[in-house]
């Protein structure tokens, strides 16, 4: 099969976005679809560097998209949302900023997608590559890292 | 479109601030017409003048690598300084380049150009002897004809040997102008 030409990832997403909103919103809902769609295309991101075949892009994305909704139809059934604990309640980002630029990476990139950008935790999960339990640590030891240095 | 301008933007912002992304680009206005700005996790890596951004992202993805994605954060140093420059409150710009794609010679002349302080001008010829190749004025002015981040590497400083202004890859009247803006126009013959 001959390999196709991998596009910069801007047209891929401006080519596909659309339709991997309208999918998500057909199995999960307008509201919930919007989480998705943060955590399917850092998802797409991430392997995007390594794809060598840009045969089918669409149904690629559409694949990542329906695991995605997979996952969170799971994770509702298993577990209705929980208040957040404590030390996870949301510092004033105007001190978040700047502050956190001295995080180490993965901490910092977790604390800022938290609250910079309200991205959940299984959308964190996708953009660090890891699991949603382990964005969720990063981010609380990252914010009480900056508890400390605020004090 | 479907998607948001809220989500979208919520998308690009989050990409850059994950650290995902081989390049980030956005466009921003300027005195010398609309510029696309682009940043590595190195530095600056491409200023281009009259940008055609789909073309502008196949280069970068050739060059840097395919995640390239448009988004504001990321280049928002460039864009002020750039700001602060054509205002005249910037002499110098304080920014990180990304070089490391360019040939060696290249890069050398890049980096020696970066010398070349607001307000003055030098020579192709010039260039070419601080390189140690005094032979190679016209290979000079090929790497300038190609530099990657005008403005910001400051190829409208070099002029001819008498003084004319030759050539510039984003167009003469620019880099007349660029030159005017530095107050370095009076002692070149135009």
Redesign the interface.
């Known amino acids: 099969m001959a390999l196709v030409h991998?596009?910069?990832?801007?047209?891929f997403?401006v080519e596909h976005?659309?339709a991997v909103?309208?999918e998500l919103r057909r199995t999960l809902g307008r509201e919930w679809a919007?989480d998705a769609?943060?955590e399917t295309?850092?998802r797409a991101?991430?392997a995007?560097?390594k794809?060598r075949n840009a045969d089918n892009l669409r149904a690629w994305v559409l694949t990542i998209a329906r695991r995605v909704a997979v996952d969170q139809l799971r994770r509702r059934e298993a577990s209705p949302p929980v208040p957040e604990p404590a030390t996870d309640s949301r510092p004033a980002y105007a001190a978040l900023g700047e502050l956190a630029d001295d995080l180490p990476?993965k901490e910092r990139?977790a604390v800022?997608?938290r609250y910079?950008?309200?991205?959940s935790y299984a959308?964190i999960g996708a953009?660090?590559g890891s699991s949603e339990d382990a964005a969720r640590q990063a981010t609380s030891s990252g914010v009480r890292r900056l508890r400390r240095r605020m004090q | 479109?479907?998607?948001s301008p809220i989500?979208?933007n919520?998308?690009r912002?989050?990409?850059a601030?994950?650290?995902?992304?081989?390049v980030t680009y956005d466009l921003t206005d300027s005195p010398v017409g609309t510029l696309l700005l682009a940043t590595t996790d190195r530095g600056l890596c491409r200023i281009s003048f009259d940008p055609q951004p789909?073309r502008e992202?196949?280069w970068?993805?050739q060059t840097f690598?395919?995640?390239?994605?448009?988004a504001t954060k990321p280049v928002e140093p460039v864009r002020r300084q750039l700001n602060e420059y054509f205002e005249g409150k910037r002499t110098r710009f304080e920014l990180q380049v990304d070089l490391h794609r360019s040939a060696p010679f290249s890069r050398e002349i890049l980096e020696r150009l970066a010398l070349v302080p607001h307000g003055e001008t030098t020579t192709y010829g010039a260039l070419a002897r601080a390189a140690g190749r005094p032979q190679a004025a016209r290979a000079v002015g090929t790497v300038m004809n190609r530099n990657p981040v005008p403005i910001v590497l400051p190829c409208h400083r070099v002029v001819g040997a008498n003084g004319s202004l030759v050539g510039y890859g984003g167009g003469l009247e620019r880099k007349e102008l660029l030159l005017k803006l530095e107050g370095a126009l009076q002692n070149t013959l135009l």
């Not at chain 2, 601030?17 to 081989?22: P, R, V």
């Not at chain 2, 690598?65 to 448009?70: D, F, H, I, K």
């Open positions: 991998v596009p910069p990832f801007e047209s997403y976005r659309d909103l309208r919007e769609y943060q295309f850092l991101l991430r995007y560097g794809l990476r990139a800022v997608l910079g950008y309200d991205l959308a953009a660090l | 479109m479907t998607v989500l979208d919520r998308f912002e989050a990409a601030a994950a650290g995902l992304l081989d789909d992202a196949e970068l993805a690598g395919v995640r390239v994605l448009r």
